[in-house]
């Protein structure tokens, strides 16, 4: 099955922006629909924003609509999270991960998705 590294976190200023990306090996990367969750500190994982195999349909969480845009390039197994206006609290890790099945909010159990090791967010006030 597909493995997956994401890359692109670090430390920024409050307003800024950061591109994540999600690089998957090993698999048929069309064959999977992609998410993005995160994790702050002391807090249960959260739905970020998702992607059908094709990247014609996507949705992001009303918590980061109109600043998080998701998005794939198939050509080089990629998945991107392009991160605008950041806040303070958008700092968590970010973990993409990978399911054959799309849904705009996804509700599968964690162990379904093939996931990443995550990336470090830090958005400073």
């Known amino acids: 099955q597909v493995q997956l590294v994401e890359s692109g976190g670090g430390l920024v200023q409050a307003g800024g922006s950061l591109k994540l990306s999600c690089v998957a090996s090993g698999g048929i990367f069309v064959d999977y629909s992609m998410y993005w969750f995160r994790q702050a500190p002391g807090k249960e994982q959260e739905f970020v924003a998702s992607?059908?195999?094709?990247?014609?349909?996507?949705y992001t969480a009303e918590s980061v609509e109109g600043r998080f845009t998701i998005f794939r390039d198939n050509a080089k197994n990629t998945v991107y999270l392009q991160m605008n206006s950041l806040k303070p609290e958008d700092t968590a890790i970010y973990s993409c991960?990978?399911?054959?099945?799309?849904?705009?909010?996804?509700?599968?159990?964690?162990?379904?998705?093939?996931w990443g090791r995550g990336t470090q967010v830090t958005v400073s006030s």
């Open positions: 992607v059908n195999w094709g990247g014609g349909i996507n």
């Open positions: 991960a990978a399911y054959k099945v799309y849904r705009p909010i996804p509700t599968f159990p964690h162990e379904r998705y093939v």
